[in-house]
């Protein structure tokens, strides 16, 4: 790597930032495809937030990632914001155009891009339970309705969360249906008949041994069980799935493909997804 005054700078807001994957899978790219770029990782205590949005402009840096737990802290300090990244209430990707820092969000692209990917799933016309109702709940949400899902129930542990979330997004997606629902055992009994796909969006399942008792067995044998969590690769509740022999597909890809978008973003360039994750792949190892 040769940095000289003209090397261009990426990188990612977090606080703690220790566990990220992010700039293995974006340097790994940046080397890969001969760039004078580098993406480096940095620690933003909440109180510091607002000068080191600053200094994305003060240093010129090509644009930032950001993460837990800036992602709606730093919309008010942004020049503009894209719809997705309003409708969503959360930016996880900085453009500096001009000395304009302009908010995206690249999370629910992210989801999409991997299920079609991974499962050859097209959400059309699909039906959805979509487990959770915070920031990634929201993301995934409008990037299936954009994607013309046919209908998306919002299940969340606070029936009040869901709701709020089925307002906004029923005026905002009027070809979707959205309904919110409890996570109580005989509810999620009644709507797991006939739904094409099961999204975890909640954090249960980041701990070893930490699963979502919900009704597995009662989802039909095509249904695809999805977990947005990539660390463990395979959660307990995947494994419960593929025990059932249904398909289930884990967080990683959304990692990658999320990433992908912010430098496309970035760059203008594509990014090549197998270098991202086989550097996300060896990166998990040493975390
Ligand atoms: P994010 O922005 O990453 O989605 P968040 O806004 O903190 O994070 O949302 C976390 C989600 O996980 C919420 O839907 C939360 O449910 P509540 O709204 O009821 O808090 C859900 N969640 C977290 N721990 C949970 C648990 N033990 N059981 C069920 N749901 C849980």
């Known amino acids: 790597m040769n940095i000289t005054a003209k090397t261009k700078i990426l990188g990612i807001f977090g606080y703690p930032i220790r566990h990220t994957i992010s700039p293995a ?3 790994a790219v940046i080397k890969a495809l001969r760039l004078d770029m580098i993406y480096l990782p940095f620690e933003i205590k909440p109180s510091n937030l607002r000068d080191a949005v600053n200094g994305i402009k003060g240093i010129g840096m090509l644009g930032i990632n950001i993460t837990i737990p800036h992602k709606e802290a730093v919309m008010k300090l942004l020049d503009d914001i894209s719809e997705e990244a309003r409708l969503i209430g959360a930016v996880n990707t900085i453009i500096n155009k001009d000395s304009r820092l302009i908010g995206h969000n690249t999370d629910g692209y ?10 050859k799933f097209n959400p059309k016309d699909k039906i959805i339970i979509i487990l959770g109702a915070g920031g990634a709940a929201r993301a995934v949400s409008a990037a299936l309705a954009k994607s ?7 299940a969340n542990r606070t029936l009040s969360r869901a709701d709020n979330l089925v307002k906004t997004f ?5 070809d979707t249906k959205f309904e919110a629902i409890g996570l109580e055992e005989d509810i999620l009994r ?3 008949q006939d739904i094409n796909l099961l999204v975890n969006t909640t954090s249960v399942g980041m ?7 919900i009704p597995l067995e009662v989802l039909l044998k095509t249904a695809i069980v999805s977990d947005i969590v990539y ?5 307990l509740l995947l494994k419960k799935a593929d025990k059932l022999g249904l398909a289930a597909h884990g967080g990683l890809s959304m990692l990658i493909h999320q990433g992908a978008k912010s430098f496309k973003l970035w760059t203008g360039i594509d990014a090549p997804v197998n270098v991202m994750r086989k550097a996300a792949l060896k990166a998990l190892k040493t975390i």
């Open 231 to 235: 660390n463990p690769l395979q959660t």
């Open 170 to 174: 029923k005026r905002k997606f009027p």
């Open 148 to 154: 013309g899902a046919k209908k998306i129930i919002i």
């Open 190 to 192: 009644t709507y797991f």
């Open 207 to 213: 701990e070893k041994n930490e699963i979502l008792e």
């Open 110 to 119: 992210g989801y999409v891009a991997s299920i079609k990917e991974d499962c």
């Open 25 to 27: 899978m974006h340097n």
